[in-house]
């Protein structure tokens, strides 16, 4: 979605939204660190972000790869600053076809010549700073002069795909009253060429920024304003963001309120976010239409968090949380609205797994006539932990006991990852987290799993999802590996049971089921204003079968961490070769504990059976 479009319609709402700026870091494992950042302050709730652009280009690659996470991953609306400095036209047209790819899998060809598309890339074009041992601008051979050049360039040869955003300067509100005027045109004629909003250069005074939207608004510049905020985090580097890298004036009242404690981190910090928390709330409650706040992050978590809870502004559910997954924002998949279970806990691999398959008919993830569907070739498995990390959090484990002890230590939330899991536990997992633990030793070891709900508020912290006012649901499942002894214990106590219905499967393929529709099975749903049902994951044959390959490898590469022939190997791949993965859904969603309970009875009548023997074997000794 065009950005202009989110501000637009969160204005309508009537609602506050907000946003984020990174930059890309110089190092792999910051650029690491700064992707689990993004993803952990997504849910802060901003409605979009936007990746920095060194002069010339520099960091290009680096930022259409993070664009490409955050668009398609972590599924947040991008935008990507773009700027002329040392960029000739070809090297801007380049760019211009990488956020393309990157963001919306732009055709390659003659892209002026079709018609516009309804999804578009977001751009921030800038003309951009001097680069690095220069003093002074200077255009190359080739290029753009000034930022309007750049937009008119975008709109010429790529028609409307791109949302444009250009840059403006408060700061001007200082300037001569000649100058000022001169600069006011320089940001109409960039809205002329074809903007759709505006990004503003950091500030510190409200007057300064009012003033300036209503002299922008006598210009006749009317595409909204998003004011940029940063954050004042220490001493020092609030300076310099404010005086050499911005050239912002300071307020006396902030260098009065923050210089007797320059020392003191803690201190700035705490008195800097109430100082530009009242910034904040003084230009949203002015009549200027301004209803978003814009952060310079720096990269850092504490200092936007800190000023959205100064401001109490709290997190839609909708934005954090449109779907119970987590939704990419690529095109062909922008649509997605259901997807299989199986892949809850990697959702980067599902979406590396399914890029192949046919489109997404009626917002399925993809067609089972496909000749694509559950295509391997090109993709690998693999786990995200390093050797040494895994050993780090899994040990040498050499006994069955040893590895039904880390699931259960995973299920407790004691364990920050398991093969099968890229993350830690949910937060709803808590509330069946004993069972679980239970069932994973007595050698069910689950790899998936979810309690029932019924009918609660789509904004409930734990279970929520989606619009406000509506009310979500979902079928206590179960997915787990068991020996086929042990299965073959169980099974007899799942069938008592009408509303169990369930799945197992072998490593060759070899697929059984108590079910007797090949359609899918909703265990998630949604009910809300004004909307059809909203199923968006479900359990079916087809895609559990294709899931197989991957659950097993995943195993049979956790074995692999360790030495051939060592007994923790021989282990784990002894289990691989030997399991059975099996999913269970409770078809009865009033409540948690009725999937448990065909366990629970077998761990009953295994203890009764070893106790009976038990007393055999003591009074024949007598």
């Known amino acids: 979605m065009k950005i202009s479009q989110k501000i637009q319609q969160s204005t309508k709402d009537g609602k506050v939204w907000w946003s984020f700026e990174y930059f890309p870091p110089r190092t792999a494992q910051g650029l690491q660190n700064l992707l689990d950042r993004i993803e952990r302050m997504r849910a802060l709730g901003p409605e979009f972000i936007d990746i920095t652009w060194n002069a010339g280009g520099r960091t290009s690659d680096l930022t259409a790869e993070i664009v490409k996470t955050c668009q398609s991953t972590i599924g947040i609306e991008t935008c990507m600053h773009l700027t002329c400095t040392n960029m000739p036209s070809e090297k801007v047209d380049i760019a211009l076809r990488v956020c393309g790819f990157a963001v919306r899998q732009m055709p390659i060809l003659c892209p002026c010549r079709r018609q516009s598309s309804p999804v578009a890339a977001n751009i ?80 510190y005074d409200s007057d300064m920024f009012i003033d300036w939207v209503h002299a922008v608004r006598a210009a006749g510049i009317t595409i909204p304003v998003v004011p940029g905020i940063m954050p004042i985090q220490t001493w020092n580097g609030f300076l310099r963001a404010a005086t050499a890298i911005a050239k912002t004036i300071i307020p006396q009242s902030y260098l009065d309120a923050l210089e007797p404690y320059k020392n003191n981190d803690e201190k700035v910090r705490e008195i800097g976010t109430k100082l530009v928390a009242d910034m904040c709330r003084k230009i949203l409650a002015a009549p200027i239409g301004v209803r978003g706040l814009h952060f310079y992050t720096m990269n850092l978590e504490r200092g936007s968090r800190m000023l959205l809870e100064d401001l109490n502004l709290v997190p839609r559910i909708e934005t954090v949380k449109p779907l119970p997954w987590r939704q990419s924002l690529t095109p062909a998949r922008r649509s997605e609205t259901i997807r299989p279970i199986f892949w809850a806990n990697r959702t980067k691999s599902y979406l590396a797994r399914t890029e192949n398959w046919d489109e997404y008919p009626n917002g399925r993830f993809g067609d089972s006539r496909s000749p694509a569907y559950g295509e391997l070739d090109g993709y690998g498995f693999s786990l995200k932990q390093t050797k040494a990390d895994a050993i780090k959090l899994w040990d040498h484990p050499s006994t069955f006991e040893d590895v039904t002890t880390l699931f259960q230590r995973f299920c407790l939330n004691q364990l920050s990852a398991l093969p099968w899991s890229d993350q830690p536990v949910l937060s709803e997992t808590s509330i069946i987290a004993g069972q679980l633990a239970r069932i994973n030793r007595l050698g069910f070891l689950t790899i998936n799993s979810q309690p029932a709900v019924n009918g609660v508020r789509s904004d409930d912290k734990v279970f929520g999802w989606g619009p406000s006012n509506g009310y979500v649901y979902q079928k206590a499942y179960l997915e787990f590996f068991a020996s086929p002894e042990l299965l073959d214990s169980l099974i007899p106590y799942i069938e ?45 044959a087809i895609s559990f079968m294709a899931w197989k390959d991957e659950a097993y490898e995943l195993g049979y590469q956790w074995a692999k961490i360790y030495e051939a022939g060592s007994p923790s190997r021989k282990l784990i791949s002894g289990i691989m070769d030997n399991a059975l993965l099996v999913n269970i859904v409770h078809n009865d969603f009033h409540d948690s504990d009725k999937i448990f309970k065909p366990f629970f009875k077998l761990e009953e009548d295994l203890d009764s059976k070893a106790a009976t023997a038990a007393t055999a074997i003591n009074g024949h000794a007598n």
């Open 124 to 203: 921030l074009a800038l003309r951009g700073d001097p680069p690095e041992g220069k003093d002074d601008w200077e255009s190359v051979e080739g290029g753009f002069e000034h930022g309007v050049d750049l937009v008119r360039y975008i709109r010429k040869e790529y028609g409307d795909y791109f949302d444009i955003a250009v840059a403006g300067y408060p700061q001007i509100q200082t300037f001569p009253p000649e100058e000022r005027a001169k600069e006011m045109a320089y940001l109409k004629e960039k809205v002329d060429a074809g903007a759709n909003f505006i990004f503003t250069q950091m500030f």
């Open 496 to 540: 008592r049971d009408p509303g169990v219905t369930y799945y197992v499967i072998n490593k060759r393929g070899d697929l059984r089921t108590n079910t007797t529709s090949d359609g899918p099975n909703a265990v998630t749903w949604g009910v809300f204003p004004g909307k059809e049902v909203i199923q968006p994951t479900i359990v079916e």
